[in-house]
C-alpha cells in the first residue's frame, strides 16, 4: 500500500502532489493493477487534509485512466496500467538513490537537488537533440 507524503511548502496543490505519488508508484512498479488506495478518509486523517482535497487527487487519477472507483468498494489501480522495472531501472535508482544521499551529506537543500537533476535532465535532452 502506499504511504502519501506533502510537502506543503513546495508549492504544488496537495491533490497534484498525491496524483504524482501515484503515477510514480505505478511507473516503478511499486502499485500494481488490482491494488487498492487507501481510503480518502485514512488519506485525510493521516496528512490532516481536507477529505475534498483527496476526493479531488481520486478524481483526477480515475480521469487519467490510472485508477477505477467501485462504489462501496474504494479506488483500485486500474488493470493494464502498471510497468514493470527492467533491472536497468533498479541499478540506476540505487546510484540515484546514492546520489542523493551524498548531496544531502553535502548540505543541499530538497530545492537545490530537485534544480540540479532538472538541470541535469535539461542538458541531456539538449545534447540528445544536437
Request: hydrophobic share 40%; net charge positive.
Amino acid at each position: 500500500m502506499i504511504e502519501f507524503r506533502v510537502d506543503a511548502r513546495s508549492g504544488v496543490p496537495a491533490y497534484l502532489q498525491l496524483v504524482r505519488q501515484v503515477e510514480h508508484a505505478v511507473r516503478f512498479g511499486l502499485l500494481r493493477a488490482g491494488d487498492q488506495l487507501p481510503t480518502v478518509k485514512d488519506v485525510a486523517g493521516s496528512l490532516a487534509l481536507n477529505p475534498n482535497t483527496v476526493q479531488k487527487a481520486y478524481r483526477e487519477l480515475d480521469h487519467r485512466g490510472l485508477t477505477e472507483g467501485r462504489v462501496g468498494q474504494g479506488t483500485f489501480i486500474q488493470a493494464g496500467v502498471t510497468s514493470q522495472p527492467t533491472a536497468g531501472h533498479a541499478a540506476t535508482r540505487r546510484r540515484l538513490n546514492r546520489w542523493v544521499e551524498t548531496a544531502i551529506e553535502a548540505g543541499l537543500t530538497d530545492e537545490d537537488i530537485e534544480a540540479m537533476v532538472a538541470e541535469a535532465l535539461r542538458a541531456a535532452r539538449t545534447r540528445g537533440a544536437a
